[in-house]
């Protein structure tokens, strides 16, 4: 997939650039942000953007404040963080429109950068508004979108302002994706193996039949796991699973029988009374006791598992194999995702919790790629076009 990407933009210095980028991280309670990876990934197209003296305005949205202004979805703390990781000034505008945003944008020189307040406020965002589109393209000269994160959805920043600009380019963040998502839709190094996990089976049913399509191998961990298992006749107890889920993943057991491709499923657990870690836990095989709750995979599981991984040249991994935020629950989530760094092959992440439980065991730099974008990557993966990569012109 060849966009044009900043790289292609020959002449920024000067230009007014509306930079639409990802900067959706958590907050606590009192506004400080508990993770900012999406602000640190979107760094190297602003500080090449600056470098080269352009006048930036970056667009972000935040949360779901539901189109109307909600301070504890303000991106002042965002401004600050950044203000902080590029050590130079970052102005904020607390309108994206009209005259304090206009005045703003007049006041920048090459090289500065602006914030606009969250674009969620205006519900035109949402709704791709044609005339809130044409104005946000005339107060600025180049488009460039490095929010892949974002990129799933047709809103006026990621898709209606980019077509006022012939030239919409994409920024590192918003290449790499691409760069490496399509390698694995497309012809990637094999084997190709998949690890799927997380809690919501519907979101990511989907994504496993596509996964058992395009690679060689899919292990499956987390919540999801039991209902594959409940359809497969085991007993799993309390645990999370979705009925209406059941037909679907019978349908994607079949395909794997079908395509000839190995499904792996959980042989042991670590299970416990209560979703806590005050509550006694202990290892059990396939079937669960009744009144208990599969809450990890077990230690002949992170063994199978470990050794499935063996060989692979290329590794997508999505979802934890637990409930890694409790620490009784961690060792199948971390043995994996250890497991993934130590691989010579391409290896991807994708997902809010994985990338988290790959920071916390400090191994994000042994990965080849960590994947921004949770939606985006994966409707990206199961053959979906993105409408703000549509936008974009092509090279
Ligand atoms: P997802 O967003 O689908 O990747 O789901 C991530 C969430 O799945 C995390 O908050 C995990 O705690 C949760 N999860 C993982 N394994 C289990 C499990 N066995 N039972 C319930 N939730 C789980």
Same mark, same amino acid.
């Given at each position: 997939?060849?966009?044009?990407? *900043?790289?292609?933009?020959?002449?920024?210095?000067?230009?007014?650039?509306?930079?639409?980028?990802?900067?959706?991280?958590?907050?606590?309670?009192?506004?400080?942000?508990?993770?900012?990876?999406?602000?640190?990934?979107?760094?190297?197209?602003?500080?090449?953007? *600056?470098?080269?003296?352009?006048?930036?305005?970056?667009?972000?949205?935040?949360?779901?404040?539901?189109?109307?202004?909600?301070?504890?979805?303000?991106?002042?703390?965002?401004?600050?963080?950044?203000?902080?990781?590029?050590?130079?000034?970052?102005?904020?505008?607390?309108?994206?429109?009209?005259?304090?945003?206009?005045?703003?944008?007049?006041?920048?020189?090459?090289?500065?950068?602006?914030?606009?307040?969250?674009?969620?406020?205006?519900?035109?965002?949402?709704?791709?508004?044609?005339?809130?589109?044409?104005?946000?393209?005339?107060?600025?000269?180049?488009?460039?979108?490095?929010?892949?994160?974002?990129?799933?959805?047709?809103?006026?920043?990621?898709?209606?302002?980019?077509?006022?600009?012939?030239?919409?380019?994409?920024?590192?963040?918003?290449?790499?994706?691409?760069?490496?998502?399509?390698?694995?839709?497309?012809?990637?190094?094999?084997?190709?193996?998949?690890?799927?996990?997380?809690?919501?089976?519907?979101?990511?049913?989907?994504?496993?039949?596509?996964?058992?399509?395009?690679?060689?191998?899919?292990?499956?961990?987390?919540?999801?796991?039991?209902?594959?298992?409940?359809?497969?006749?085991?007993?799993?107890?309390?645990?999370?699973?979705?009925?209406?889920?059941?037909?679907?993943?019978?349908?994607?057991?079949?395909?794997?029988?079908?395509?000839?491709?190995?499904?792996?499923?959980?042989?042991?657990?670590?299970?416990?009374?209560?979703?806590?870690?005050?509550?006694?836990?202990?290892?059990?095989?396939?079937?669960?006791?009744?009144?208990?709750?599969?809450?990890? *995979?077990?230690?002949?599981?992170?063994?199978?598992?470990?050794?499935?991984?063996?060989?692979?040249?290329? *590794?997508?991994?999505?979802?934890?194999?637990?409930?890694?935020?409790?620490?009784?629950?961690?060792?199948?989530?971390?043995?994996?995702?250890?497991?993934?760094?130590?691989?010579?092959?391409?290896?991807?992440?994708?997902?809010?919790?994985?990338?988290?439980?790959?920071?916390?065991?400090?191994?994000?730099?042994?990965?080849?790629?960590?994947?921004?974008?949770?939606?985006?990557?994966?409707?990206?993966?199961?053959?979906?076009?993105?409408?703000?990569?549509?936008?974009?012109?092509?090279?």
């Amino acid at each position: 997939m060849n966009k044009l990407s *900043i790289d292609d933009l020959k002449k920024v210095k000067g230009k007014r650039i509306f930079l639409r980028v990802d900067f959706n991280v958590p907050l606590d309670a009192n506004q400080n942000i508990t993770d900012n990876t999406r602000i640190k990934a979107a760094l190297p197209t602003i500080r090449n953007l *600056i470098k080269r003296g352009a006048r930036l305005i970056l667009v972000s949205h935040m949360g779901r404040p539901e189109g109307k202004r909600d301070e504890s979805f303000s991106l002042k703390p965002v401004a600050e963080e950044l203000e902080r990781l590029l050590d130079q000034h970052v102005s904020f505008s607390p309108d994206v429109l009209g005259p304090i945003a206009q005045s703003a944008i007049d006041c920048l020189k090459d090289g500065d950068c602006l914030l606009m307040e969250n674009i969620r406020f205006y519900p035109e965002e949402s709704a791709n508004d044609p005339q809130f589109a044409k104005e946000m393209a005339s107060m600025v000269d180049l488009y460039v979108n490095d929010a892949f994160g974002a990129a799933h959805r047709a809103h006026a920043s990621t898709v209606g302002v980019s077509k006022y600009f012939e030239n919409a380019a994409c920024g590192y963040l918003m290449k790499k994706e691409l760069e490496f998502l399509s390698k694995l839709v497309g012809n990637p190094p094999r084997p190709f193996y998949s690890i799927i996990g997380g809690g919501k089976i519907k979101d990511k049913i989907k994504l496993v039949s596509r996964l058992i399509e395009i690679s060689d191998k899919v292990i499956v961990g987390g919540g999801m796991a039991y209902t594959f298992l409940k359809v497969k006749g085991f007993s799993i107890g309390k645990s999370v699973f979705d009925n209406d889920s059941l037909k679907i993943v019978q349908d994607t057991i079949e395909l794997a029988d079908k395509l000839k491709k190995e499904l792996l499923l959980p042989i042991d657990h670590v299970v416990a009374k209560e979703f806590n870690d005050e509550c006694t836990f202990m290892a059990v095989e396939r079937n669960i006791p009744d009144d208990y709750i599969g809450l990890d *995979i077990g230690p002949k599981t992170i063994e199978m598992y470990k050794n499935a991984l063996k060989g692979a040249q290329t *590794i997508f991994w999505n979802g934890p194999m637990g409930v890694f935020e409790l620490k009784n629950f961690q060792r199948g989530t971390f043995e994996v995702a250890s497991e993934v760094s130590k691989s010579d092959g391409i290896t991807v992440v994708g997902g809010g919790d994985s990338v988290e439980a790959i920071n916390r065991i400090g191994m994000a730099g042994a990965m080849s790629h960590i994947s921004t974008g949770g939606g985006a990557s994966l409707e990206f993966l199961e053959g979906h076009k993105l409408p703000g990569i549509e936008a974009l012109a092509d090279q």
